[in-house]
């Protein structure tokens, strides 16, 4: 891809997270969570034809946007990495995660974990998180990392490169029954 790509890429990436914080806002020190096939981005089959590139692009992007609300990133990783994160080691910290050994390269892991790991000051793998929001580019599956009651997002911008996105913000459970009352 060439700069002007990567630069509309880093925009798209921009304009979802924004809208969808806009929407539904995040409490500073929540975690965020991102799915990302590089390989749907640049027109590809997921999985198959990996963009370093791309993948460095959605993670600067991601970041920038975040680190502004003060909203922790997880970056998710392939399924050959059994869809671990890549978190910052003080967001870990934070919520009591443990870390595993395992550093995602372009061919397990993915692009976009990688530049997650060369990209963060202090990274860290975990295996699982419960995430506040999150969005997912290329259908990576990222559910597996949301808290339980996921709301469904319809972002206006539809694509991410040619990767189709969605989008979740979570929610508490509604838990009682007719004497419950809600705010």
């Known amino acids: 891809m060439d700069t002007m ?39 590809g089959t997921i999985g198959k034809n990996s963009s370093e590139e791309t993948g460095k692009a959605v993670f600067e992007a991601a970041r920038a946007v975040l680190a502004e609300r003060k909203i922790f990133l997880a970056c998710q990783c392939c399924e050959h990495l059994n869809r671990a994160l890549i978190i910052e080691e003080n967001c870990a910290l934070k919520y009591n995660l443990e870390p595993v050994c395992v550093v995602p390269w372009l061919h397990g892991g993915g692009s976009f974990a990688t530049a997650a790991w060369k990209g963060f000051n202090h990274p860290v793998a975990v295996e699982h998180i419960k995430a ?18 996921a709301v469904p997002v319809h972002p206006q911008q539809k694509f991410i490169g040619n990767a189709y996105v969605t989008a979740a913000y979570c929610r508490p459970k509604l838990i009682g029954g007719e004497r419950a009352r809600y705010e």
């Not at 921009?14 to 539904?24: K, N, Q």
């Not at 500073?28 to 640049?42: A, K, L, P, T």
């Not at 506040?132 to 009651?149: E, N, P, R, W």
């Open 5 to 43: 790509e990567l630069d509309e890429i880093k925009k798209q990436v921009t304009s979802v997270i924004t809208e969808l914080l806009d929407a539904h806002p995040q409490k500073e020190g929540s975690i965020f969570v991102i799915g990302c096939s590089s390989s749907e981005i640049c027109g």
């Open 132 to 149: 506040s929001a999150g969005i997912d580019i290329g259908s990576t599956l990222i559910g597996m990392h949301l808290k339980d009651v």
